[in-house]
């Protein structure tokens, strides 16, 4: 895996690309993937359970990988901070797993965290079984707690605290 470029998912370039993938990919210089347009769609509604206020920069990424230029995936937090801990959440596009992609995006997440203030933990969800997620999550030194429910559905909840 190489370099990857972060770019961050704001209102605005989230409507750009649901709106006109091919021009934002020409203004980005870069090529998309075919689930980008979805995922800014979907990224947007889930936006909209945020304030107005809701700093951009804190929210989500559109990653890119820097030598060939393609979207690979995305990642962010899932919400505000509840009880000073922030969930983080990555996607790797179909084509691109198993690079060390995912793991990246999640190191990029926890630094993030750790530069905000009040935020004193982080945490994820996973499917309850062994798999892609729970190994990058053991990578970046999260622990898992146990199962949970998120939505009514069963999972693992996993916690880091940024000493602080």
Known sequence: ?????YIPATRRILRHLSADPQDFAAEHG?????????VAQHSLEFMRT????TPADWF????????????????????????HALEIA?????????????????????ERAAQ????????AHTSPEPGAST?????VGLQ???PAEEDGIPVWLWKKDLGR
């Open 1 to 5: 895996m190489g370099l990857l470029e």
């Open 30 to 38: 870069i090529h998309l993937h075919e689930l980008s347009q979805s």
């Open 50 to 53: 945020f304030s107005l206020e």
């Open 60 to 83: 989500g990424y559109l990653v890119v990988e820097a030598e060939t230029q393609q979207m690979a995936g995305t990642c962010s937090f899932k919400g505000p901070p509840v009880d």
């Open 90 to 110: 990555y996607f790797t596009f179909p084509g691109f797993e198993g690079r060390g992609i995912g793991t990246a995006m999640a190191k990029f997440l926890l």
């Open 116 to 123: 905000l203030p009040g935020v004193t933990a982080v945490i």
């Open 135 to 139: 190994r990058i999550l053991e990578k």
């Open 144 to 146: 898992l707690l146990g």
